[in-house]
């Protein structure tokens, strides 16, 4: 009867056992595999559990008040099911198993964020794979009186070429296919600023590198130019002009100077002109005449020259008439007159017989020749007159004529 109920209580136990084993495998399994455990089944009133290192039961099946240790002898024929090993139960523990990466979306470990992947950084780089983007601009220098550009391109050279900007303005004009450029024609005298422009034309894209400029250059000053032909000859009398023509390409204020000025002459240091009229006295040659312009900055010179100043025969313009006469002998009444008794002479002269208008006074008996001078060229009528130291006076002599010329 006891092995009967031995029996019946193991078949017990192996089906409690497979019943429980979906939730409790791991336990079994980690009971199953300690070999310091084992399982002890109560057969014919025998005490089951575990027993320690020793041999000796962990726990009594049951146990009577007095604490003896004795068993009593089961008498119900009904299996009792036999519990789950007591708390100090001694296991040991196995690893724990790595986790299967979760498929569910219930409990996950977080995902570190990552930057997007665009389209194009994700596409396979092929053979067809175009680069395209901004060039670099390297350097924009001043040489002379143009500006020198020089760039650099990482990407697939465009198909439309490369654009030039002056001062954000797109230069269509300047476009070129090469990764420098000259450009001329600006004005240095201020700050310019230089872009290049990729022009992807197929693609539609069009990209714009760095900004490069170059500052405000200080203008190199132009000298003044000055140039004409001066008179070298004058004559006597007449009067001498010469005004040099003098330019300045950046417009500055100009002033003249001079050496070697003739001492008949003037200058004008506001237009370099020298003029002046000669005398009779000035009759001579004047060298090294040089006339200069300066901006301020630069100075030009004309070439030096001369004035040679010419005497000038003067046609006349007035004569002398030279005049001789006789004495008289006697008086109106026919007493004689001797040269003593003349005090002097009267000359009448006239530009016609009737108007002996002009006067002259011979102050002296014992002459008997005049000139007078001064007379206009001309034809003249002259007649004389003698008077006494009583102041009487004759009649006067025959008119003659007398050409001055």
């Not at 575990?50 to 024929?77: F, K, L």
């Not at 143009?146 to 439309?160: C, E, F, K």
């Not at 290049?196 to 069009?206: G, K, L, Q």
Request: charged share 15%; proline share 6%; with cysteine.
């Amino acid at each position: 009867m006891r092995s009967l109920q031995t029996i019946l209580f193991a078949l017990f136990i192996s089906l409690v056992l497979s019943a429980c084993q979906g939730s409790s495998s791991s336990e079994s399994t980690e009971t199953a595999s300690n070999p310091d455990q084992e399982t002890i089944v109560s057969n014919d009133g025998e005490t089951t559990g575990d027993t320690n290192d020793s041999g000796a039961p962990a726990d009594s099946g049951s146990q009577d008040n007095s604490g003896n240790g004795s068993t009593e002898e089961t008498t119900d024929p009904t299996p009792t099911p036999v519990a789950p090993p007591a708390s100090n139960e001694t296991t040991t523990p196995t690893p724990a198993p790595t986790p299967a990466p979760s498929t569910g979306t219930d409990t996950q470990a977080p995902v570190e964020e990552s930057t997007p992947v665009t389209e194009e950084e994700s596409a396979p780089v092929t053979e067809e794979t175009v680069a395209r983007g901004a060039p670099e601009l390297v350097s924009a220098t001043i040489s002379g009186e143009d500006v020198l550009l020089s760039w650099i391109n990482a990407n697939s050279d465009p198909d439309g070429g490369y654009d030039v900007w002056i001062d954000d303005l797109d230069m269509g004009t300047d476009r070129t296919v090469s990764t420098s450029s000259v450009i001329t024609g600006l004005d240095l005298s201020v700050r310019h600023c230089f872009k290049i422009e990729s022009r992807y034309v197929e693609a539609s894209e069009f990209y714009v590198s760095n900004e490069m400029c170059t500052e405000a250059q200080a203008g190199t000053n132009a000298a003044p130019t000055i140039s004409g032909s001066p008179s070298t000859n004058v004559d006597v009398g007449t009067a001498y002009s010469f005004t040099p023509a003098a330019n300045d390409e950046d417009g500055d204020d100009l002033s003249f100077s001079v050496v070697n000025l003739p001492s008949w002459a003037s200058f004008n240091s506001t237009t370099g002109a020298v003029s002046g009229t000669p005398g009779a006295q000035d009759v001579g040659d004047y060298n090294n005449i040089r006339i200069s312009v300066s901006d301020g900055s630069d100075e030009a010179s004309l070439a030096a020259f001369s004035i040679t100043v010419n005497t000038v025969e003067v046609a006349a313009t007035t004569g002398s008439m030279a005049l001789r006469w006789s004495a008289p002998s006697t008086r109106t009444d026919g007493t004689p007159l001797s040269l003593s008794d003349i005090d002097g002479y009267s000359i009448y002269v006239g530009t016609t017989q009737s108007n002996l208008q002009m006067h002259v006074d011979v102050n002296a008996g014992d002459i008997t020749s005049y000139t007078i001078d001064n007379l206009a060229l001309g034809t003249y009528y002259v007649a004389i007159s003698a008077y006494d130291q009583s102041g009487r006076a004759s009649a006067l002599s025959n008119v003659v004529t007398k050409s001055v010329n």
